[in-house]
């Protein structure tokens, strides 16, 4: 038998409180893809942390070739041919790909010739990227070549991706799969994490599932159905969110020609968009994050402002009327960033209950806040989305992302909104907790709200929405109904892989 | 090694403990400044905070604490609330100055008429002109992005050079001999903000900053208002998201800001100073900063903390004429205490570990 590439066995780190992983043993070999599956907190970014230098195990060894390996920083572990592409990019808007690239390496050549490496390197794996673009203009796809090419400038055996394909299109995707396979094949063994499981089912040869930071199993994707998988993740059996909405031909939210500018200079200005939503009805907005989707939020829940006549609420004119007042009319809003924009992050969960429920759950009165009706409503959001946190005198910041999600959008949901926007419901969720949130969302229509996700998430689009757009350059395709759609369809919608060509292997 | 370890969420206890550790810090090393100067940093420290309170002229030192700590914290507490919001008003010398000529220009334009309508009108046209002084910036800011520090700061020299023509010109005492200055409000009863009770120190702007101290605790505890201003501190996108209109509270806080300090200066120049003079302003706008973060921006911690400096002052006095320390070290000790609050706040936020941790 050949020496696998890495081995790990018996890794354990623990940090106070929670053993983040606990004797976590697998291989991976030479050419390999193999996938790392879990839901959140079950212990992969701590793994692949140990891989990259970033964290020291406990306990437990790594081999690497079967030679001892114990990274002491990324830099130890680049050198022995580690290389990892994070989920958020370490880029800087106002500078070339070039320079950024130059940025992280530990002896930069001289501009010219890594300029012409990074061709060299682009067209080899078809990944098309001009050296000399400034990264701002890039899409996210494009950002995310420039930190995959600044790993293959190193030559690695290894690399390491977390969650690749959450901001790409599905055309995009096509692509990044063709340069991993062909990585595969020069011998490059590729640690893949993702939630997507009909991705790794396609991708990868082999998958071992973490839950609680254990190794709870491995699989041969190609031979395992997606909810089998699914079901070792979370170790019990799925419920798959059942809608039961009806549109009821009431149009609640009209928007017509709606153009905007954005607030900040990288970011995308909204042209001419117009759609409706029906009370009842959900109306899936897919697209990949940065082409408008944060000023359509903005614009629908009133931080941004529009021209007379753009949007109606019931036909009412909602321009130069505030958040707070569209909470009053029944027009609510969950934005994506969930610290800083959602809920303030040192406040308690009390307070940012506070925040977005003061006029609809009556918190205050005559400008008097009424704080034990805010707690009670904290309360009631921790109980009805199972909010895991000691109590709501809890800063937001101390909430794991998907507990703290599970808050933000228990909030706007409990407030029995007429229409609710919500960008990235379940963000950096788990496949339980996005579960019940989709449920409580569909619920919600059913009840009569009208109701707009966006999402990155097609998958999740596809699941609850009645009808279907594509936000693409700050640009709405026109909403066509989400039965029939395939994959294809709405790739072509989102504005296909941006001019690029499949690599040729 | 020592590593600072960030805690999950901020320490009620030490947002609590870190003024009175800083106040120890300050003791121990002005102690030791006070000890290298040649003086005995026991008789020192005891000078600056026990003879003030408890010593043998303890009569006449007490009352000088309210009549110092006041106009303390009335403009801190104005500040405070901007400060919580991320609005950095650092003029509140200039609205003060601004405040005591408008007030004292009120009452003077009566004079020599006795009414007890004079006295409240002063108090009113201090207020508005507080608080227009600090809406300049405050407009600046809203319409054309302009930076408030900067803005504010400047027009406290600004209000310097108004004092001093107004010493000089339209308020000089017709019957000064040519001396600059306006006539003595104390000697102007129905324009003399006199004690309420006799040698207590207890004026109308005692009156006023404990009112100012209630009102900010209920507004920012009770009210809508005071949570936008919170929110805003903390997160602003999040404030906004919630509805808080930026414009609006930037107004607001500078406004308010403007009015007490501006009320301080007016109860100032018709009580305890008497006159508009060119040296009226012995820099209570700039020392209420201090205030403001020693009391952690909290009404009541702004109520100790203004005490605090008033009696660092009046101590700091005594110590120069009694043991002979220069003004510099002085103002220095009152630095001290500044710097170990902002350098101990780290705490509130972060812990201490000691010992070779690993990197995690």
């Known amino acids: 038998m050949t020496t696998p590439l890495l081995s790990l066995s018996g890794l354990t780190k623990a940090y106070p409180g929670v053993v983040a992983n606990d004797t976590v043993s697998f291989e991976i070999g030479v050419g390999e893809i193999h996938a790392l599956l879990g839901e959140n907190g079950a212990g992969k970014s701590t793994l692949v942390k140990m891989i990259y230098g970033l964290v020291k195990p406990d306990s437990g060894l790594m081999k690497m070739h079967g030679d001892d390996f114990a990274p002491v920083d990324p830099r130890a572990a680049r050198a022995a041919g580690v290389g990892m592409v994070f989920q958020h990019f370490s880029l800087f808007d106002a500078l070339s790909v070039a320079e950024n690239i130059a940025l992280g390496m530990e002896a930069p050549p001289p501009m010219a010739t890594l300029a012409s490496r990074i061709s060299e390197v682009s067209e080899n794996y078809g990944l098309p990227l001009s050296p000399d673009r400034t990264v701002g203009d890039l899409s996210a796809g494009e950002r995310q070549r420039v930190e995959i090419i600044r790993c293959l400038l190193q030559d690695p055996k290894l690399l390491i991706m977390d969650e690749p394909t959450s901001v790409l299109t599905p055309q995009e995707v096509d692509i990044l799969f063709e340069t991993l396979r062909k990585l595969k094949a020069e011998g490059t063994a590729i640690l893949y994490i993702s939630h997507k499981l009909e991705e790794i089912r396609a991708l990868c040869d082999a998958a071992t599932i973490l839950r609680g930071g254990k190794n709870v199993g491995t699989c041969v994707p190609r031979d395992t159905s997606a909810r089998e998988m699914a079901e070792l993740m979370v170790g019990s059996t799925l419920a798959t969110p059942k809608g039961a909405a009806h549109a009821t031909g009431d149009v609640m939210l009209s928007v017509t020609g709606l153009s905007a500018a954005s607030p900040s200079a990288f970011g995308m200005a909204l042209k001419d968009i117009s759609f409706e939503v029906q009370a009842g009805e959900v109306l899936g907005i897919g697209g990949v994050a940065g082409n408008g989707q944060d000023e359509l939020l903005g614009v629908l829940s009133g931080e941004l402002p529009c021209i007379p006549g753009m949007v109606q609420f019931q036909g009412r004119d909602l321009s130069g009327i505030g958040p707070e007042e569209r909470r009053g009319l029944g027009v609510l809003a969950a934005p994506e960033e969930r610290l800083g924009h959602a809920a303030a992050p040192d406040m308690s969960l009390t307070e940012n209950a506070m925040l977005t429920g003061m006029a609809r759950e009556k918190l205050s009165k005559g400008g008097m806040l009424n704080w034990a009706r805010a707690r009670d409503f904290a309360e009631r959001i921790i109980a009805d989305f199972d909010v895991r946190t000691p109590g709501p005198h809890n800063a937001a910041r101390s909430l794991s992302g998907g507990n703290l999600q599970k808050f933000v959008i228990g909030r706007e949901v409990l407030q029995r909104p007429e229409v609710l926007v919500v960008n990235q419901p379940t963000w950096g969720v788990d496949a339980a907790a996005a579960a019940s949130i989709r449920q409580a969302l569909l619920d919600l229509a059913a009840g009569g709200t009208a109701l707009v996700i966006i999402s990155q998430d097609l998958d999740e689009l596809m699941e609850i929405s009645d009808r279907f757009a594509a936000l693409n350059e700050g640009r709405l395709s026109a909403p066509v109904p989400t039965a029939g759609l395939d994959v294809e369809q709405i790739g072509l919608m989102l504005g296909g892989a941006h001019g690029m060509e499949v690599a040729h292997v | ?360």
């Open chain 2, 1 to 360: 090694m020592i590593r600072l370890e960030k805690r999950p969420q901020p320490s009620a206890t030490m947002s609590w403990a870190t003024p009175l550790l800083a106040v120890v810090a300050t003791m121990i090393f002005g102690g030791a400044l006070f000890a290298a100067l040649g003086k005995d940093p026991i008789e020192a420290i005891l000078t600056i905070f026990w003879e003030p309170l408890f010593g043998e002229f303890s009569f006449f030192y007490r009352p000088q604490l309210l009549i110092k700590g006041a106009p303390l914290v009335l403009i801190a507490i104005g500040l405070a609330l901007g400060f919580k919001a991320g609005i950095w008003n650092i003029g509140a010398e200039g609205q003060y100055i601004v405040g005591a000529i408008c007030g004292a220009g009120a009452g003077l334009a009566f004079y020599p008429t006795e009414s007890i309508f004079i006295f409240p009108l002063m108090i009113l046209a201090g207020a508005l002109g507080g608080c227009l002084w600090a809406l300049i910036p405050g407009f600046l800011k809203v319409r054309f992005g302009t930076n408030e520090i900067l803005v504010s700061l400047m027009l406290v020299y600004v209000a310097e050079q108004l004092l001093a023509s107004m010493s000089l010109g339209l308020l000089k005492n017709p019957e000064g001999f040519g001396f600059p200055g306006s006539r003595n409000l104390q000697q102007y009863p129905s324009a003399h903000n006199a004690e309420i009770i006799t040698n207590t120190g207890m004026h109308w702007g005692v009156v006023a900053a404990l009112i100012a101290v209630i009102f900010s605790y209920v507004l920012l505890t009770r009210h809508r208002l005071g949570f936008a201003i919170r929110v805003t501190g903390e997160a602003p996108r999040a404030a906004k998201f919630g509805g808080v209109n930026p414009a609006r509270l930037i107004l607001f806080c500078l406004g308010m800001s403007g009015l007490l300090a501006g009320l301080a200066g007016m109860f100032e120049v018709a009580g305890p100073s008497g006159q508009i003079s060119i040296d009226f302003n012995v820099g209570y706008g700039f020392t209420a900063i201090i205030v403001a973060f020693l009391g952690r921006l909290n009404p009541l911690g702004i109520v100790a903390a203004g005490l605090l400096m008033a009696l660092t002052y009046i101590g700091g006095d005594i110590a120069q004429s009694q043991l002979g320390l220069p003004a510099a070290a002085i103002q220095v000790f009152q630095g001290m205490l500044l710097f170990f609050l902002l350098a101990l706040d780290v705490l509130t936020n972060y812990r201490v570990r000691f010992g070779t941790g690993e990197v995690a």
